[in-house]
């Protein structure tokens, strides 16, 4: 079933026109294709010819969509993107997101798409023409090595790695894991410990993030760490005096933890409206299903418990998708939305989880069969609930943000 988006009348006639132009290659080029596009992904054999085919229906919609104007939309237009603004872009993932797979179809890949932001905002003139512009244009791939396997990445400021400087050169060790994408990976930028008696001391000032190309000597990669009982590319990493040139290193030292901030604070929306556009094929399908599916005399639609189902699901979609856009509208307004932020980073991963949860219950086997994608998007919305900072950790910034607001004397204003 194609995604059905119509004009929406608050939003101006640009907005509307990127979501009907999104939704059109979404459905007519991606979705009738979904099977063939991501062939290699699937267990098994895949021969040649099904590789080759799928590589060149890839090239064939990304053209269609540098054609649309839509490629990049995370960028602007001198680096290579479409240049839209925070906003549109949230507005369009919704739509991207209804087919899993289709933002890369649109130069959007994680998490490249996160690094191509702090190089943007960190980067030299040269390190952009170095890193970004390839990196844009898919000549190149990268990866971001934060997380390790003996400290705490629900506090990034513990990590352990660290970044010495020794003459023109920074000189890296340490132990990462879960470094997304490091195998194809041609540099990595590497959050580190700056041991820099002339850099800050104050907690959050000793972080700094350096780029490390991945053929550098000392870059082991030991293994891809098994996810979700699959070989993947999140991989471990040991750091053993590995040398860079102080060039590589992003904005002032010191400037690691802010940027990490930076990386993750719009990334949260944009996750968020990812997660909407899933939630809503979770929904077409069980709803589809329902109407089709015969159980004990009668089709599934007229059963109750699935009533319930599609009700509950209905909610759960509408309050993930106004928490979201009302947290986009502050922050695109300028207003400190950190409390929105994180409510939006619990409460919309776990809503995912649960329209999931019951589409796959109306399917039965075939729900967590290879043959739809909702087996994927379970795993996705309870990875989510660890990743971009664990629900915990965001928990406890809202109460710090509520309380603090209510011992300055005012209570919360939930209209603004
Ligand atoms: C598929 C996948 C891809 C990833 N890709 C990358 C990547 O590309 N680069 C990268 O650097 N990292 C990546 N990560 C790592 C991810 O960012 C971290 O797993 C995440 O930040 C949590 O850190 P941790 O695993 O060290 O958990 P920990 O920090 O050890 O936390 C474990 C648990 O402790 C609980 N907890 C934490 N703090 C509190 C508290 N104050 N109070 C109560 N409970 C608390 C939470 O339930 C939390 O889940 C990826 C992870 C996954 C699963």
Redesign the pocket.
């Given at each position: 079933m194609p995604m059905n988006v119509q004009a929406i009348p608050s939003l101006s006639d640009r907005v509307n026109q990127i979501r009907m132009m999104t939704a059109k290659i979404v459905n007519n080029e991606i979705l009738p294709n979904e099977n063939q596009l991501w062939a290699t992904r699937r267990d098994g054999q895949v021969d040649d010819e099904e590789r080759s085919q799928a590589r060149t229906l890839r090239h064939e919609i990304q053209a269609k969509v540098k054609q649309a104007g839509l490629w990049a939309p995370h960028l602007p237009e001198e680096y290579g993107g479409c240049g839209l603004s925070f906003l549109e872009h949230a507005y369009m993932n919704e739509i991207l997101a209804y087919s899993m797979g289709a933002a890369s179809l649109f130069g959007v890949v994680?998490?490249n798409s996160g690094n191509q932001k702090i190089l943007l905002k960190y980067g030299t003139e040269e390190q952009k023409k170095k890193w970004l512009v390839p990196l844009t244009e898919g000549k190149l791939e990268s990866?971001?090595?934060?997380?390790?396997?003996d400290?705490?990445?629900?506090?990034?400021r513990s990590i352990k790695t660290t970044a010495t400087r020794d003459g023109n050169d920074w000189v890296i060790n340490g132990h990462?894991?879960?470094?997304?994408?490091a195998k194809r990976a041609d540099f990595l930028i590497v959050?580190c410990r700056t041991d820099d008696p002339e850099g800050s001391a104050e907690r959050n000032g000793k972080m700094t993030q350096i780029i490390v190309p991945t053929d550098t000597p000392g870059l082991n990669i030991v293994r891809g760490v098994e996810?979700w009982g699959r070989t993947?590319d999140?991989a471990e990493i040991i750091y053993d005096n590995v040398r860079v040139p102080v060039e590589n290193q992003l904005g002032p030292t010191g400037s690691g933890h802010q940027a990490a901030q930076d990386r993750l604070g719009a990334g949260r929306v944009y996750h968020c409206m990812n997660s909407v556009g899933q939630m809503t094929r979770a929904f077409d399908l069980m709803v589809e299903r329902s109407m089709s599916r015969e159980v004990h005399g009668g089709l599934l639609e007229t059963k109750q418990f699935i009533q319930g189902f599609i009700a509950e699901s209905y909610i759960d979609i509408q309050a993930a998708r106004l928490m979201t856009i009302h947290c986009a509208e502050k922050m695109d307004s300028g207003i400190d939305a950190r409390t929105d932020i994180s409510a939006i980073k619990i409460f919309v991963p776990e809503a995912y989880h649960r329209v999931v949860d019951r589409a796959i219950q109306v399917w039965g086997a075939a729900g967590v069969s290879g043959d739809l994608p909702l087996a994927a998007m379970y795993q996705s919305a309870r990875?989510l609930?660890?990743?971009?900072?664990?629900?915990?950790?965001h928990k406890?910034l809202i109460a710090k943000n509520i309380l603090k607001q209510y011992h300055s004397g005012d209570s919360w204003d939930f209209g603004n």
């Amino acid at each position: 079933m194609p995604m059905n988006v119509q004009a929406i009348p608050s939003l101006s006639d640009r907005v509307n026109q990127i979501r009907m132009m999104t939704a059109k290659i979404v459905n007519n080029e991606i979705l009738p294709n979904e099977n063939q596009l991501w062939a290699t992904r699937r267990d098994g054999q895949v021969d040649d010819e099904e590789r080759s085919q799928a590589r060149t229906l890839r090239h064939e919609i990304q053209a269609k969509v540098k054609q649309a104007g839509l490629w990049a939309p995370h960028l602007p237009e001198e680096y290579g993107g479409c240049g839209l603004s925070f906003l549109e872009h949230a507005y369009m993932n919704e739509i991207l997101a209804y087919s899993m797979g289709a933002a890369s179809l649109f130069g959007v890949v994680a998490p490249n798409s996160g690094n191509q932001k702090i190089l943007l905002k960190y980067g030299t003139e040269e390190q952009k023409k170095k890193w970004l512009v390839p990196l844009t244009e898919g000549k190149l791939e990268s990866g971001f090595s934060m997380t390790e396997p003996d400290s705490a990445g629900s506090d990034p400021r513990s990590i352990k790695t660290t970044a010495t400087r020794d003459g023109n050169d920074w000189v890296i060790n340490g132990h990462k894991w879960f470094t997304s994408n490091a195998k194809r990976a041609d540099f990595l930028i590497v959050m580190c410990r700056t041991d820099d008696p002339e850099g800050s001391a104050e907690r959050n000032g000793k972080m700094t993030q350096i780029i490390v190309p991945t053929d550098t000597p000392g870059l082991n990669i030991v293994r891809g760490v098994e996810v979700w009982g699959r070989t993947s590319d999140h991989a471990e990493i040991i750091y053993d005096n590995v040398r860079v040139p102080v060039e590589n290193q992003l904005g002032p030292t010191g400037s690691g933890h802010q940027a990490a901030q930076d990386r993750l604070g719009a990334g949260r929306v944009y996750h968020c409206m990812n997660s909407v556009g899933q939630m809503t094929r979770a929904f077409d399908l069980m709803v589809e299903r329902s109407m089709s599916r015969e159980v004990h005399g009668g089709l599934l639609e007229t059963k109750q418990f699935i009533q319930g189902f599609i009700a509950e699901s209905y909610i759960d979609i509408q309050a993930a998708r106004l928490m979201t856009i009302h947290c986009a509208e502050k922050m695109d307004s300028g207003i400190d939305a950190r409390t929105d932020i994180s409510a939006i980073k619990i409460f919309v991963p776990e809503a995912y989880h649960r329209v999931v949860d019951r589409a796959i219950q109306v399917w039965g086997a075939a729900g967590v069969s290879g043959d739809l994608p909702l087996a994927a998007m379970y795993q996705s919305a309870r990875t989510l609930r660890l990743a971009d900072g664990p629900d915990e950790v965001h928990k406890i910034l809202i109460a710090k943000n509520i309380l603090k607001q209510y011992h300055s004397g005012d209570s919360w204003d939930f209209g603004n």
